[in-house]
């Protein structure tokens, strides 16, 4: 059973930084996209970043230039989040992806980010 937990989540004041880690266990396969997402309270989940298995990253328009998604192998990724703005406040999930070999899509409880002005 995959299991993700997310920690690294807490309140910081604008302009600060924080770095979330993702450790996922339970995966047996060793290839896999993985990623950010993060739900503001009354929005829907939105991405953050993701980087594909062979290292590909993309980023929402909104933290480009100030957050990095990072992996070490196929069970972490990291996300380094500079220069933080209350816009940032949410709760962010880890995300495993295996869509492109199978079905399966794994999410992490999430940790939440706060960020005060």
């Known amino acids: 059973q995959v299991q993700l937990v997310e920690s690294g989540g807490g309140l910081v004041q604008a302009g600060g930084s924080l770095r979330l880690s993702c450790a996922a266990s339970?995966?047996?396969?060793?290839?896999?996209?993985m990623g950010w997402y993060r739900q503001a309270p009354g929005k829907q989940r939105e991405l953050v970043a993701a980087i594909t298995f062979i290292g590909r990253t993309n980023y929402a328009d909104s933290v480009k230039g100030r957050f990095t998604i990072s992996r070490v192998n196929a069970n972490t990724v990291y996300l380094q989040m500079n220069n933080l703005k209350p816009g940032d406040t949410g709760v962010y999930y880890c995300?495993?992806?295996?869509?492109?070999?199978?079905?399966?899509?794994?999410w992490g409880q999430g940790t939440q980010v706060t960020v005060s002005s």
């Open positions: 339970g995966i047996t396969f060793s290839s896999n996209d």
């Open positions: 995300n495993v992806d295996r869509r492109r070999w199978s079905s399966e899509n794994y």
